[in-house]
């Protein structure tokens, strides 16, 4: 029997009935309830230090901060042990992995059954989504990782307030997460969807772990979406405030480490006095048709998951702001004097360091300081620049949908496209090349329709076909564009200096939702010209931007033909007006091609 170390703070049985068997098959020591208080923030990172699960970073350095090592074996989301066990295959469709419900719990049972021996469990209740919103969902995650429940205190509203939000009702997602012995082979993370339950072992890893996240938030939410009309999107949100003091809302999905956290906190350029971007979100967006017929938007977080390699003052001044203090900090490596330190952080890198593996480190050393995929964790308000309507209940108006993935070629710096259905073909067909947020090879060419590809909880084709109901359903729809900051030259570096450059596209595209900044149409799309981008004091060549700004026919022949090959591996759910939208543009590029001779 485990000992109950604080009185269950709910009479719901749905809750309390659930928790009782999962705890029976578990067999956890010690159950303890999170109640979100002060009081408790203190005891569990004490907790988390005797356990040697986190660090902490010295106080006057970095406030309030800590932080943790994880198993090398254990860095990134791993997308091959990821599972949707709907009752069909094809529901899942064939972008995830699949197995039949029964068989799946029934191997997960065996991995669980004594698997918190020894450890407490934490009854971890969430909010995702403003508490006081129709559209937040409740969760609970009984997780035997300390290190989780002091990340989900970040990342969600967690405590007693969630368990008041869900008052007697039974509607809540059932979230089952053990570390196990983090062994890489006996790793799964699994959803069941028609029972809103999530199942995740052997890894203690923030997207394989904190269940609130990609696992409810966009893969399950997702599920949901589709059946009620709404939009769940691997997305940032930003707020635009012009010289003039007009407001505009952007949402954007680029794949993991692909830039959201980035875009989302921009510090405009000198060129650019007098606007603002201020951060909505940095991950996640749940969209919904509003009453006055625009699509309106949200982030169901409350906190950052962020990457923190690159991280600087040039890069993310904002972002350094926000890491000053409250922050835990993953992977990165460590100064002798208790501060962290990664690559790409401004200055020449300190003499000595110790490697997120605990090794001494010096700059003579051949690896990384901190893992490529080391993140920290800092809560939403930690932020001076959020946005004042971050806790709107209804959420905000969307002016523009922007995608954009990391090519090294083919994909120009800005390219709108010329309706909905020819967005969300662009955005469904989008490839880009892999980051280390995910386990496997890096820079590896794949398609990933709207930088969701990891976390569509169901069939890819029908999901293209959501996104082209809601287009029917959204009165007032935003325009979507595609971006690429990522262009590489001849010489392989990037032709777009990036981060608060960006501003200058972020202009063109809320000017070509006014009607006014001009742009070239191209058989793929309108981009701007040079002349139509503000470059004034720009850190690049004129030639190099002409370079990022190319649309070369013949690398869109060859684009046109790789997208055709993954709407076939998509399959027959694939609407027939992305198949029929795939011919026009080829058809336009083959005329043009012919043209140019
Ligand atoms: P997830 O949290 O994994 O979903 O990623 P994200 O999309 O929020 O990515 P993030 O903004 O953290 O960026 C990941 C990496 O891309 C960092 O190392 C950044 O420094 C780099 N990056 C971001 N924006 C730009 C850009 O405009 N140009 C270039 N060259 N690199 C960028
Ligand atoms: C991503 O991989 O897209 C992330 C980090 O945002 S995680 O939450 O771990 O998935
Ligand atoms: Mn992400």
Redesign the pocket.
């Known amino acids: 029997m485990s000992t109950t170390l604080t009185a269950p703070p709910t009479t719901n049985t749905h809750v309390t009935g659930w928790v009782d068997e999962m705890a029976r098959m578990c067999k956890p020591d010690r159950i303890y309830w999170c109640d979100g208080s002060e009081t408790e923030r203190e005891r569990l990172l004490a907790e988390a230090i005797d356990a040697g699960v986190l660090m902490k970073l010295d106080e006057r350095k970095r406030p309030n901060s800590y932080y943790s090592r994880s198993n090398p074996n254990d860095v990134?989301?791993t997308e091959e042990l990821t599972f949707v066990c709907t009752p069909t295959r094809e529901e899942a469709g064939p972008t995830n992995n699949w197995m039949e419900p029964g068989e799946m719990y029934a191997k997960l049972r065996g991995l669980f059954d004594g698997s918190m021996r020894g450890r407490t469990m934490y009854v971890v209740p969430y909010i995702m989504g403003v508490p006081n919103s129709p559209f937040s969902k409740v969760g609970i995650e009984l997780t035997d990782s300390v290190y989780v429940a002091v990340n989900i205190r970040i990342m969600a509203r967690m405590g007693n307030i969630a368990l008041q939000r869900l008052g007697m009702a039974d509607a809540f997602n059932r979230g089952l997460h053990s570390v196990a012995d983090c062994d890489p082979s006996r790793r799964f993370i699994v959803h069941f969807p028609q029972d809103n339950t999530i199942w995740s072992v052997g890894s203690g890893?923030?997207?394989?772990a904190?269940l609130n996240?990609?696992c409810l938030a966009l893969r399950m939410a997702s599920y949901y979406a589709r059946r009620e009309g709404w939009l769940a999107e691997?997305m940032l949100l930003l707020e635009a405030t012009s010289p003039q003091g007009e407001v505009r809302y952007i949402a954007a999905g680029f794949?993991?480490?692909c830039g959201?956290t980035n875009l989302a906190m921009l510090v405009p350029p000198p060129a650019f006095d007098g606007w603002r971007i201020r951060t909505l979100g940095?991950?996640i967006a749940w969209m919904r048709v509003g009453t006055d017929g625009r699509l309106y938007a949200a982030n169901p977080e409350n906190g950052f998951?962020?990457?923190a390699p690159g991280t600087s003052m040039a890069t993310n001044l904002t972002a350094m702001k926000m890491l000053t203090r409250d922050a835990i900090f993953t992977n990165v490596a460590l100064t002798p004097d208790g501060d962290v330190w990664w690559e790409g952080m401004d200055g020449p890198a300190p003499d000595r360091l110790t490697d997120w593996q605990g090794e001494p480190w010096t700059r003579d050393s051949k690896t990384p300081a901190a893992h490529p995929?080391s993140?920290f964790t800092v809560p939403l308000a930690n932020n001076p620049m959020v946005s004042p309507n971050v806790n709107d209940p209804r959420g905000v108006p969307i002016s523009a949908l922007i995608f954009g993935g990391r090519r090294s070629n083919t994909v120009p710096l800005a390219l709108e496209s010329f309706n909905w259905t020819h967005g969300v073909y662009l955005a469904g067909t989008m490839g880009s090349e892999t980051?280390a947020?995910?386990t496997g090879a890096v820079g590896v060419l794949r398609r990933d329709p709207m930088a969701n590809i990891?976390?569509i909880g169901y069939d890819a084709g029908e999901y293209l076909a959501h996104w082209l109901e809601m287009g029917a359903r959204i009165p007032r729809p935003p325009k979507i564009f595609l971006v690429n900051w990522f262009r590489k030259g001849e010489d392989g570096r990037f032709l777009w200096p990036g981060f608060g450059e960006n501003m200058r596209v972020l202009e063109w595209i809320l000017e070509r939702c006014d009607g006014h900044a001009a742009a070239r149409e191209t058989p793929v799309g309108l981009v701007p010209r040079a002349t139509d981008l503000e470059l004034r004091e720009l850190p690049a060549k004129p030639a190099a931007v002409d370079a990022a700004l190319r649309v070369d026919l013949d690398e869109w022949h060859d684009e046109l033909t790789l997208q055709d090959q993954w709407l076939d591996f998509l399959g027959p759910t694939v609407p027939r007006a992305l198949r029929l939208q795939h011919d026009l543009m080829q058809e336009a590029l083959e005329t043009a091609r012919k043209a140019r001779v």
Not at 205 to 208: A, D, E, L, M, Q
Request: overall charge positive; aromatic content about 12%; glycine content about 12%.
């Open positions: 990134a989301r890893y923030g997207g394989n904190l996240k990609k691997h794949p993991s480490a959201k940095d991950d998951f962020g990457v995929n993140r980051t947020a995910k990891p976390f």
